[in-house]
């Protein structure tokens, strides 16, 4: 059974810096394409980063410059280094692995940022 599971997130002041991770399990093969979208109140969920198995990523042009997606195979793990965080960046923050066909998402974590 695949699981995806993310942490990291919390209340950060602006200008400040959180890293997400985003946990797999249970898939076969490799853990790429990953991708971590999220989703502020109010508003439809949007893609914020990509990653796949080549190491190509891709971003948002709203976090351009600002947030790095990393990680992989080796721990099935990918990682979401957040900085220069903004209020708009306030959302919930989602991971989703495509695997065989299918996408398996997490449950989601929280980024507030706010003074």
């Known amino acids: 059974q695949v699981q995806v599971v993310e942490s990291g997130g919390g209340l950060v002041q602006p200008g400040g810096s959180l890293r997400l991770s985003c946990t797999v399990s249970g898939i076969i093969g490799s853990i790429y394409p990953v991708e971590w979208y999220r989703q502020a109140p109010g508003k439809q969920r949007e893609s914020v980063a990509f990653?796949?198995?080549?190491?190509?990523?891709t971003y948002a042009d709203s976090v351009k410059g600002r947030f790095t997606i990393s990680g992989g195979n080796a721990n099935m793990k990918v990682y979401l280094q957040m900085n220069n965080l903004k209020a708009e960046d306030t959302a919930v923050y989602y991971c989703?692995?495509?695997?065989?066909?299918?996408?398996?998402w997490g449950q989601g974590t929280q980024v507030s940022v706010s003074s």
């Open positions: 990653i796949e198995s080549l190491g190509k990523t």
């Open positions: 989703k692995v495509a695997n065989w066909g299918r996408d398996y």
